[in-house]
C-alpha cells in the first residue's frame, strides 16, 4: 500500500497553481479550468472489485483533498490538504448513456468556488452489468491531465490485481 503523506501547515501556491488562481479571481463565475476524464467499461465487470478499486485511488490520491484559504491580511493564497474534503464515490445507476452525458456535462460546467467548494467528484455510473463509466472531474489548480492518467494507471493497476486475486 502507498504511504501518503498530509500537510497539516498551510502552503504557499506554485507558480503554476498562481495562474489556475489569477484566473479564478478575475472570473468567480465562469467555469473554467476544469479536467474531466471519463473511462467506458464494457463486458464482464467486478462491480464490487471495481468500485473497491476506485476507493482505494481516491484514497490514495491527496490532491483531491486539497483547500485554498485566503489570509486575513489579504496576502497571497495558500493551501493544505484537508482529508474532510475528499471525495466519496458515488454510484449511481441508469439506463441510458445521454442521461449520464448530460450529467457529466453539467458537471463540467459548474462554476467551482476555490475557497468554499470541495474541487473534485468521483462516480462509478452503472447502465447493465456490462456497462459503466468511471467519471472524475476536478479543478486543474489541484490536478492536470497526466495526473489524471496517472491515477487512470492506478486504476486499472488496482482492479486488475483485484480480479486476479479473486480467480485464484
Known amino acids: 500500500m502507498l504511504e501518503t503523506v498530509q500537510s497539516v501547515r498551510w502552503l504557499p501556491l506554485t ?19 476544469t479536467v474531466a476524464h471519463r473511462i467506458t467499461l464494457r463486458g464482464e465487470i467486478d462491480e464490487p472489485g471495481l468500485l473497491a478499486a476506485l476507493e482505494q485511488v481516491v484514497a490514495e490520491t491527496d490532491v483531491f ?4 484559504q485566503l489570509p486575513d491580511n489579504d496576502d497571497l493564497p495558500l493551501q493544505r490538504c484537508n482529508p474532510q474534503l475528499r471525495p466519496r464515490v458515488r454510484l449511481i ?8 452525458e448530460s450529467m457529466m456535462q453539467v458537471d463540467i460546467e459548474r462554476q467551482l468556488n476555490l475557497l468554499s467548494q470541495p474541487l473534485a467528484v468521483v462516480w ?9 463509466t468511471v467519471y472524475i472531474r476536478a479543478h486543474h489548480i489541484i490536478i492536470d491531465g497526466f495526473g489524471m492518467a496517472l491515477i487512470e494507471h492506478r486504476l486499472a493497476e488496482l482492479y486488475r490485481a483485484r480480479l486476479q486475486k479473486n480467480h485464484r
Open 124 to 132: 462509478l455510473i452503472r447502465f447493465s452489468p456490462t456497462h459503466y
Open 15 to 33: 507558480p503554476a497553481q498562481f495562474d489556475f488562481w489569477e484566473e479564478f479571481s478575475f472570473h468567480p463565475h465562469q467555469p473554467v479550468s
Open 93 to 100: 445507476e441508469l439506463q441510458q448513456t445521454d442521461v449520464a
Open 65 to 68: 483533498t486539497i483547500q485554498f
